[in-house]
């Protein structure tokens, strides 16, 4: 059917109509635009204003706030000499992504952690489950095993998964090659990447991968973990320097634990849920027939020594290492090998068992699911400056207590007028001004009794005795 | 008669000798006791058990001795009959003495005798602390302790209670007697009711102090109302953010249970939507409908199983398509273009329609479906049943976006006053979280009211009932606090007693006034009362006491001061006989009797004759008077006993004192006397019935047995402070009780009481 028979003559003049108000309109938009730039130059100037201000306010408490939005130490973090890890790069973007990666080194981890897996065609790629699913999903909703797929023809189905909203996003799970570029071209000079290798590797495939390590990213900057020795024994013939680190498997009742919280639907916190698919990796967990290895004591670090045979490390379950944390640091020091901890328990597990560890008994290392000012406000904070601001939020900022959570600065405003602020550790405390108009002056009463009256003197003297007479009718 | 061989001879030598120490000891203290006024009951309690104790060995001996020498053939047969005479002696006497006095003098003794024996014991007092002169009497109170004088007024209010005519004598005197009597008495003991008095300031300066630090404390609690408030608010906001993160936490889960639904669905729902496109392209005649029908029947049949695992319920397969507007026109045109398009949706046929019912909307909408997983999360995220599951787990509805819009949620609203509710807040249903003002003052009426319940409470357990902020003289001058001082003085309490008062204030305020209450109680009791020391009325137990103050001293008095002059004279005979025991042998009897009664005789008669005595030197002496009166009133032989025991006495009673100073057997006997004082109880049992056996029981244990007795039906009687519930009869020890009896209808009683031990039956009436 040809177009020009569908339409008539009366609908040409209307669709010319419609194109003429269309360019008038966009004439006048146009001019609206010319005579409202002053306004919005004024607004910018404004909000620039507020930004710095702001910025002066943290800085006045020894923050600042990245390009990336992350709340910074300028100094080094009071942290309790931890290296700290982030776990699968920054909780605030999906793990295992490239912004992952890129907001942990904003952040100033001392470490960004990565998984990685390698595909039926021997492409090293960026994932931590063994299928798709949970951590990415697929355009055409079909599930897919990473060591099965070939990267060449499937891996542009795969799609980054939001883990707060469930959205697919448009990005696809990177390569390992694709996040190592990223690594080299945005870490700092002491920042390093732990490359966690997933996949029982072969040889070749290992070769393959401190290739491109060392090819992108360069030489001690990098390091491997994993939760199986033959692929670190395998890449210590491979790279003889290179740092090991050996994560021990964790424990059985961390496992239980989790696997309760899966089931009671507490798993609703997505780091929860990060974890569940450990439970399917580790061998014997579904059938219940799991062991525990432990190379924590002198047997198994004479093992790891064999295996890994220097420039190593060992990383284990937070569970663990607080059962006996002053024997295993001990031990661990004799050998001269770091020691991290981890948790599949959830992060705030983490946090308190290593607040209650003595400090000369802490890990080397911790890998953790937070940000870095989130974990290390819980070991001290900055000395805070005297600073003024004038007005807004900056001014608040000045005037609340140190302990003020600054990941959570949106909520001031909403508090502030009620008294409260948002503090470290998810805590609401009181500013200590007095919020309502309720007055009562109270009596403070002298404890003491009045004291008793002077000594007097007193007259007891009474009247003469009475006379009588006894004797009946004689009367005197 | 055949004699006692000399050993039994030579033993009750002994003890006869050895039993005038004790007799003497408490003939002394009799005298020196009662010679100085109406003792203390304690006091007169071991004045009474030890003399009877004493004289029931005393009389033991006596006739131990009379007992015929058989009795004593070997030692011991003697020791066996003097013990067994000793297991009969002894009680009778002891008991005896009590039931004669009790039964011939006390028990019968008319109402007008008790009335007589108070005035008597008044005026006996009165003259011991001469506030009462009698005329032409030798009486010198400056040298009251001396033997003579203590023997006299041991013996005084007997006199004076011989004489009948007493009280219509003394009519003209009485009231000033009395009332200079207690005035004397009390101005005597000075010091000590000063002193006693003194310790109510002790007592009440510290109640003071606690209760001024109470006072401060609930005033401190309620200045610090706006912490109070605060940290309650902190702690709502608190909920409210953390139900926030459980909020967001579980819109996270509900987000993963439909992506992982849509996961798992999502393909096979667009395979149910193929395999029916399918069915209706393979089956497109009209001739192949029913085979279509069954093809798509079959699909549906298993979607439907499949759906079903779901847990969503029956999702009909319509719900998951693309649903789009096009106008009529264009609709075929459209379709076949947009499905070109869009690449991933296809459009459904026409027979689905067909299968899922009517074709009505194929004209303007465009029906799609898709294999996207997005759309299938989308869905079952929109699904009723979906957010029915989501409101029922969490309260909440999905899709609230922000903390602030969370936060004035009805929800939160209804969640935060559940939660103020169970801590004791109260708001109204209205109410909402942006309104401050409502929960502040909430929040100081609930630590108001809990302030003034734990001030309530602790007043409570104080047994008062005081405000906050009083100042030390109101604290001493409110009511409650008089109340309980007035329990604790007792009758001495005067209104608006203060604590603080020095001598003369006290003297003015506290003394002054109870000497005239005093005084003005026993008028009262004297004056027209006669009828009240009937038994059962309210003197009467006063009345017999004072009948016993006053008739039992000289009665004692005089027998013991018998044995004692009769055992002495006897001594020498007894010596005697030890050392030559038929020195009468030979003897005719007149001459042996004469000998043996010349001793008694001379006894009798040489004191008397013998022995000078201030108070009956003059013929014409009130003592001499009231003597005669005796005589008068019962016989001479009383008389005589009195006037040799007025003589007698003060000669021996030097003698008891220096015993008592040496020895002080007396002294030491104290504790023993009490154990008697409770064998004693045996005594009047005989008289009694089962109840007032029981009565004395308790009174001697110490246990007060209350029953309260209201003059309504089915009243709640509660003792306010103490914890057990009342029951009728309950045990109780002595001392204050705040009794309260209510029941519907009438107005409540609440007074405190004051119960004593034994069985204390009280009357309410409820008005």
């Known amino acids: ?476 | 008669m055949r004699l006692k061989s000399t050993f039994w001879r030579a033993t009750f030598l002994i003890l006869s000798a050895a039993y005038l120490i004790p007799e003497a000891i408490f003939n002394a203290q009799l005298v020196s006791l009662i010679g100085l006024g109406t003792p203390e009951e304690s006091a007169l309690e071991q004045l009474e058990i030890y003399g009877r104790a004493i004289s029931g060995i005393g009389v033991t001996l006596l006739i131990a001795d009379l007992l015929p020498a058989k009795f004593y053939k070997s030692t011991s047969k003697g020791v066996i009959s003097l013990l067994i005479l000793a297991a009969i002696i002894w009680p009778t006497v002891y008991f005896g003495q009590k039931a004669l006095v009790e039964n011939l003098l006390i028990a019968p003794s008319s109402s007008q005798e008790r009335e007589y024996a108070v005035l008597s014991a008044v005026f006996r007092d009165a003259l011991a602390i001469n506030a009462l002169e009698v005329a032409d009497l030798e009486y010198d109170a400056q040298e009251m302790k001396t033997s003579e004088n203590l023997t006299f007024l041991a013996l005084f209010g007997g006199l004076l209670y011989a004489d009948e005519t007493l009280a219509d004598n003394l009519e003209s005197h009485k009231k000033d007697i009395i009332k200079q009597f207690v005035q004397k008495k009390a101005y005597q003991d000075f010091t000590q009711h000063f002193q006693d008095y003194s310790a109510l300031y002790d007592r009440l300066s510290g109640n003071y102090s606690e209760y001024a630090k109470g006072s401060n404390k609930y005033n401190q609690t309620l200045a610090d109302i706006p912490n109070r408030e605060q940290g309650y608010w902190k702690n709502v906001e608190q909920e409210v953010n953390q139900g926030w993160e459980k909020y967001q936490q579980a819109n996270k889960t509900f987000i993963a249970r439909a992506e992982a639904r849509a996961q798992k669905y999502g393909p096979k729902i667009y395979q149910y939507h193929e395999s029916t496109n399918r069915c209706s392209e393979k089956y497109k005649k009209y001739s192949q409908r029913s085979r279509k029908a069954k093809c798509i029947e079959r699909l549906h049949a298993r979607y439907k199983r499949e759906i079903d695992k779901a847990g969503l319920g029956y999702v009909e397969p319509s719900y998951w398509l693309i649903v789009e507007d096009v106008s009529g026109l264009e609709n075929t045109a459209n379709t076949l273009l947009s499905g070109l398009l869009t690449g991933g949706l296809t459009t459904v046929m026409q027979g689905l329609s067909l299968a899922t019912g009517g074709d009505g909307g194929i004209k303007d909408k465009r029906y799609k479906y898709t294999d996207d997983p997005e759309h299938y999360q989308l869905k079952i995220l929109q699904h009723p049943n979906f957010q029915a599951q989501f409101k029922s787990e969490t309260g909440y509805p999905m899709g609230i976006q922000t903390l602030t819009t969370f936060r004035t949620h009805n929800v939160t609203q209804q969640r935060i006053r559940k939660s103020l509710t169970e801590k004791g807040l109260t708001l109204s249903k209205n109410w909402k979280i942006t309104n401050r003002n409502e929960f502040a003052q909430s929040v100081a009426n609930k630590v108001k009211a809990d302030a003034d319940k734990q001030w309530q409470q602790a007043m409570k357990k104080k047994g008062l009932d005081l405000p906050i902020n009083l100042d030390w003289d109101s604290f001493q001058l409110h009511p409650s606090v008089q109340k309980k001082i007035k329990l604790q003085m007792g009758d001495t309490y005067v209104h608006n007693i203060k604590s603080d008062w020095n001598q003369a204030n006290f003297k003015r305020y506290v003394l002054d006034p109870n000497i005239e209450k005093r005084t003005q109680r026993y008028l009262d009791m004297i004056e027209d009362a006669r009828q009240h020391f009937e038994d059962g009325e309210k003197y009467a137990e006063v009345g017999k006491q004072a009948l016993r103050s006053v008739i039992i001293p000289p009665i004692s008095m005089s027998l013991s001061l018998f044995l004692i002059c009769l055992t002495l004279i006897k001594l020498p005979v007894k010596l005697v006989e030890v050392i030559k025991p038929n020195w009468l042998e030979g003897q005719r009897k007149s001459v042996t009797f004469a000998i043996k009664s010349l001793p008694p005789i001379l006894l009798i008669i040489l004191p008397v004759m013998l022995v000078g005595n201030q108070f009956t030197a003059q013929t014409n002496s009130p003592v001499n008077y009231f003597l005669v009166k005796v005589e008068n009133a019962s016989n001479s032989v009383f008389s005589y006993a009195l006037r040799w025991t007025l003589h007698a006495q003060p000669v021996l009673h030097p003698m008891g004192l220096a015993f008592e100073n040496k020895t002080n057997i007396y002294q030491n006997t104290k504790p023993f006397i009490h154990v008697l004082a409770k064998l004693d109880e045996q005594l009047p049992q005989w008289q009694l019935s089962n109840n007032q056996k029981k009565n004395m029981k308790d009174v001697i244990k110490g246990i007060t047995r209350l029953t309260i007795l209201p003059n309504v039906e089915n009243t709640t009687i509660r003792i306010m402070n103490i914890a057990p519930k009342y029951q009728s009869g309950m045990h109780l020890k002595p001392g204050a009780y705040d009794i309260q009896v209510s029941a519907n209808g009438y107005e409540t009683y609440r007074e405190w009481h004051q119960l004593l031990a034994g069985e204390q039956n009280l009357e309410v009436i409820l008005h």
């Open chain 1, 1 to 476: 059917m040809n177009l020009k028979h569908l339409l008539t003559s009366n609908d040409i003049c209307k669709i010319f109509s419609i194109l003429l108000a269309l360019i008038l309109i966009s004439s006048c938009s146009s001019t609206s635009k010319q005579s409202s730039r002053s306004k919005s130059t004024n607004d910018n100037s404004a909000t620039q204003q507020q930004t710095s201000s702001l910025s002066k306010a943290l800085a006045a408490r020894g923050f600042y706030k990245s390009r990336l939005g992350n709340i910074n130490y300028i100094n080094a973090p009071q942290c309790a000499n931890y290296q700290v890890q982030s776990h699968r790069g920054a909780v605030r973007h999906p793990e295992n992504s490239v912004n992952a990666l890129i907001d942990a080194l904003d952040n100033n981890f001392d470490v960004v952690e990565i998984d990685v897996r390698v595909t039926r065609d021997d492409v090293w790629v960026v994932h931590h489950d063994a299928q798709t699913g949970r951590e990415t999903g697929t355009v055409d909703n079909k599930r897919r095993k990473i060591e099965s797929l070939r990267y060449e023809k499937e891996w542009g189905y795969l799609r980054i998964r939001d883990q707060n909203t469930g959205r697919l996003l448009s990005t696809l799970p990177p390569s390992f090659r694709q996040i190592a570029s990223a690594f080299s071209r945005n870490a700092k000079s002491k920042q390093l990447l732990n490359i966690e290798i997933k996949t029982k590797a072969s040889i070749r495939d290992l070769e393959m991968l401190d290739y491109l390590a060392f090819k992108l990213i360069g030489q001690g900057r990098y390091f491997y973990s994993s939760l199986t020795l033959k692929n670190l024994s395998r890449m210590r013939d491979i790279n003889s320097s290179v740092f090991l680190s050996f994560i021990q498997s964790p424990a059985n009742r961390s496992l239980a634990v989790l696997r309760n919280d899966l089931e009671k639907g507490a798993g609703a916190d997505p780091i929860f849920l990060r974890n569940k698919s450990l439970l399917e990796d580790l061998a014997g967990v579904a059938s219940r027939r799991y062991k525990e290895y432990r190379y924590d004591d002198v047997l198994g670090m004479a093992k790891l020594k064999k295996s890994l045979k220097n420039n190593y490390g060992l990383a284990m379950d937070i569970r663990q290492y607080g059962q006996r944390a002053s024997k295993i640091k001990r031990l661990v020091d004799q050998q001269g090998i770091p020691i991290a901890t981890y948790t599949i328990n959830g992060q705030a597990y983490h946090a308190k068992s290593l607040l209650s560890i003595k400090s000369k008994s802490r890990p080397t290392s911790v890998i953790i699911d937070d940000t870095l000012y989130g974990f290390c406000s819980e070991y001290g904070l900055p000395e805070m400056k005297k600073h003024i601001a004038i007005s807004g939020l900056s001014k608040r900022l000045t005037m609340l207590p140190q302990d003020l959570d600054l990941e959570r600065l949106d909520q001031i405003n909403l508090y502030f007028d009620s008294g409260l602020y948002p503090a470290i550790g998810d805590q609401l405390k009181s500013i200590g001004k007095r919020i309502t108009a309720l007055k009562y002056t109270p009596v403070i009463l002298n404890t003491t009794a009045g004291k008793k009256e002077a000594g007097s003197a007193v007259n007891l003297s009474s009247e003469e005795a009475i006379k009588i007479e006894l004797r009946k009718g004689s009367e005197k």
